[in-house]
């Protein structure tokens, strides 16, 4: 009962723009942070950037600058807003939250399915 659908990859050229956005369904008794990840292959999977509930964000430093997350609380959505691609920001991309279902459960992370972003050069 809990879903996390990304949305909005794709092939690009460097410099080009690209907006992710990643949407929660289901019910949650608290949502503490909202946030993406990449892995490319053969690689570790990294932070990107994190968006806390209330307000505060981070940016991982190979995308200061360049990227931006922004979300919307109440839609329980998370964008990345990808400006001056680069072809090493290829990879798969992953939305994840981390909250709990209930006031009697643990915090837990969840994860989408991915969408690929390739930058060619």
């Known amino acids: 009962q809990v879903q996390l659908v990304e949305s909005g990859g794709g092939l690009v050229q460097a410099g080009g723009s690209l907006r992710l956005s990643c949407v929660a369904s289901g019910t949650f008794f608290s949502i503490n942070v909202m946030g993406w990840y990449r892995q490319a292959p053969g690689k570790q999977r990294e932070l990107v950037a994190t968006?806390?509930?209330?307000?505060?964000?981070n940016h991982a430093d190979s995308v200061k600058g360049r990227f931006t997350i922004s979300a919307d609380n109440a839609k329980k959505t998370v964008y990345l807003q990808m400006n001056s691609l680069k072809p090493e920001d290829t990879a798969v991309y992953y939305c994840?939250?981390?909250?709990?279902?209930?006031?009697?459960?643990?915090?837990?992370?969840?994860w989408g399915q991915g969408t690929q972003v390739t930058v060619s050069s």
């Open positions: 968006f806390t509930t209330d307000g505060r964000t």
């Open positions: 994840n939250l981390k909250g709990s279902r209930s006031p009697f459960t643990r915090g837990a992370d969840y």
